[in-house]
């Protein structure tokens, strides 16, 4: 199924821990995704011009998920509105997870901040032996109850009030964590520990890459990332995160 | 679907050529049409502008490329392109599929470069050439043939030496009077003129305490260049008698008829595809209710009609 541009509605909303919101949407976008792709989100405003993307966290046959932190005017927007609420998507955006390519017997997924949502529908879907590594800055954790459900998980925060005290790459070293195959979502210096660690156990890793965009759909060429070789589509080693990504087998990316 | 439609005629004409409709796309902003074909019927369009193409493929700027800033955005892609053969390739056979017409925008470092795309586009299906003199974010030539009116006026000459198509100058804000570039651009022999490209701009990331953009400065567009852009399409329609093609902002059918009432006989839609993917389509709906609504014919009435 093709993307989709619409008027959506809100179901619920809710916050999690300060600053984290959750939003259940009614829309036809839940139909054809796949988790670790996204949405694009308008604000109503049309001062700001260009959609904020928003990974998806939980599908349901007629629903989405969106976990997103508060960082702006947009996302501020967004955290006011409420069931019955109108609000502007677009999507599904980007390629997702591989679930089924990969040797799922053992996954680990890795989570860092805002960067973990998308792994819930991900350690909903998968069906191995998994491994869920997340990070938080302090206590305030969110997902994390519900993450668990999934998977064996190991919690690291920046403060060590829970868990390992550093980095989601500080937790697994400590306690050892290997498996079959990597999924990670978070900023770009926990993927590049991913990548080394991947590279290091001769793991398979794929990663979802971050970058400013202004279209979402491929056609701007906004949101280019760096690939190890010529991308096919730019010819030059630029890939698009927005439509080429945002997972990329980490092997392929330089970081 | 797009029927024919006898009592109000949206067809425009700019050099010989016909347009179903006076709508199309700001290049860069659509690609080559095929990603925004899963929203909008480019059967509908007036033409598709492609995003600019050079000789050899461009890697483009570091990123971030792109930012927001108040009712619009800025921009330092740095004319990222695959090169003229993958261009011909694939995105001139995408494009054979469409009923609308095709204008291919160039962009080079030197004038060879320029010519050389030119030259290769000769045979190929393409209804115009629309030259990139007006880039704000590659280094080398691009904008330097667009600020000074007798280099802008020595690289037209020698592209309409080689061109087969018609030769659209995509001019540049950037300069202290549009008109003289203007006036340059038709007197060595262009055959239609498109403006504004983007206006050079900065944005600073508090936080960061840093430039926004990778590249330190980037091309803004969106609504808030259009009374900028549609003060100097008017400049540029008073100054020369060949067509114009204007964009700068437009977001709906009330921002275009302001275009072409300014003296554009085609616009094009930019930025605002970001903010809506179905903004060319609403553009062109809308054209037609106003002119049910105020009995207008023929669109072309419309073009330059406030002096
Ligand atoms: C593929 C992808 C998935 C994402 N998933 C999530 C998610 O699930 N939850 C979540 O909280 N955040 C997510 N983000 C980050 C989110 O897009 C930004 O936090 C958001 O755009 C900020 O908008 P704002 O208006 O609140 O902030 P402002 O700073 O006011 O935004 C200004 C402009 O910058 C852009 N921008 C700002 N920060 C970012 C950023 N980190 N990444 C990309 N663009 C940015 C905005 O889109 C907007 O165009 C994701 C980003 C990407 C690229
Ligand atoms: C992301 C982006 C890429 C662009 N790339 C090109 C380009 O390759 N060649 C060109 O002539 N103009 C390019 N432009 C300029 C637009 O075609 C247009 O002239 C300008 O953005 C003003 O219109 P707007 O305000 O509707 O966007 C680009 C603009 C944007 C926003
Ligand atoms: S945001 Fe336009 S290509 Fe990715």
């Not at chain 1, 009030?161 to 079959?180: E, F, L």
Request: glycine letters at 10%.
């Amino acid at each position: 199924m093709g993307k989709i541009r619409e008027t959506a509605k809100v179901i619920s909303q809710e916050m999690l821990v300060k600053d984290i919101y959750s939003m259940w949407i009614e829309t036809d976008i839940a139909k054809g995704s796949v988790p670790g792709q996204f949405i694009s989100v308008y604000t109503k405003s049309e001062a700001r011009l260009l959609p904020r993307p928003i990974s998806i966290c939980e599908i349901r046959e007629d629903a989405l998920r969106i976990v997103y932190r508060i960082a702006g005017a947009g996302t501020r927007e967004f955290s006011t509105y409420k069931a019955g609420d109108s609000i502007d998507i677009l999507g599904p955006l980007g390629n997702g997870f591989p679930v089924s390519e990969a040797d799922n017997s053992r996954p680990v997924l890795i989570g860092g901040g805002i960067g973990i949502p998308p792994m819930l529908e991900l350690a909903k879907q998968l069906k191995g032996d998994k491994t869920i590594v997340v990070g938080y800055r302090d206590a305030d954790m969110f997902l994390d109850k519900e993450l668990e459900k999934y998977g064996r998980l190991i919690i690291a925060t920046d403060d060590g009030s829970v868990g390992t005290k550093g980095n989601v790459m500080d937790a697994m070293a400590k306690q050892d964590i290997s498996g079959s195959v990597i999924y990670a979502c978070g900023p770009a210096p926990m993927l590049r520990g991913v990548k080394a660690f991947s590279e290091e156990k001769g793991i398979e890793a794929y990663i979802s890459m971050e970058e400013r965009m202004a279209c979402g759909v491929g056609a701007c060429l906004g949101c280019v990332c760096r690939t190890k070789d010529t991308d096919d589509h730019s010819k030059v080693r630029n890939a698009r995160v927005c439509k080429d990504g945002p997972v990329f087998k980490a092997s392929d990316i330089d970081l | 679907m797009e029927t024919v439609d006898n009592k109000y005629d949206l067809s425009v004409n700019i050099a010989g050529v016909t347009f179903k409709n006076p709508v199309m796309e700001g290049s860069g902003t659509f690609g080559s049409g095929m990603e925004y074909s899963e929203f909008v019927d480019l059967n509908r369009l007036g033409a598709v502008v492609t995003k600019g193409v050079a000789n050899v493929p461009w890697p483009g700027n570091p990123t971030p490329r792109v930012c927001e800033v108040y009712g619009g955005m800025l921009n330092a892609i740095g004319l990222q392109n695959p090169g003229i053969d993958t261009f011909i390739e694939r995105d001139l056979e995408f494009l054979k599929n469409y009923d609308t017409r095709v204008i291919v925008n160039v962009c080079g470092k030197t004038v060879e470069d320029y010519l050389e795309v030119v030259e290769r586009l000769s045979d190929e299906a393409v209804d115009m050439l629309e030259i990139n003199v007006s880039c704000p974010n590659v280094k080398e030539g691009a904008i330097a043939f667009g600020q000074k009116a007798d280099a802008l006026y020595d690289i037209t000459s020698r592209i309409k030496k080689t061109a087969k198509q018609p030769v659209i100058m995509k001019l540049s804000p950037n300069v202290t009077d549009i008109t003289e570039m203007a006036r340059a651009a038709e007197a060595a022999g262009a055959d239609a003129l498109s403006l504004i490209n983007t206006i050079t701009a900065m944005k600073i990331d508090i936080n960061r305490r840093a430039f926004a953009l990778a590249n330190k400065t980037g091309g803004l567009s969106g609504p808030a260049i259009k009374p900028v852009a549609v003060r100097m399409v008017y400049q540029t329609a008073q100054a020369v008698k060949i067509p114009i093609i204007g964009m700068g902002g437009i977001a709906n059918a009330e921002d275009a008829l302001e275009f072409i009432m300014a003296g554009a006989s085609a616009v094009a839609v930019g930025a605002m595809n970001f903010h809506d993917p179905y903004t060319t389509v609403r553009v062109i709906d809308g054209l037609r209710d106003y002119m049910e609504k105020n009995h207008v014919g023929d669109i072309k009435e419309l073009i330059g009609c406030v002096k």
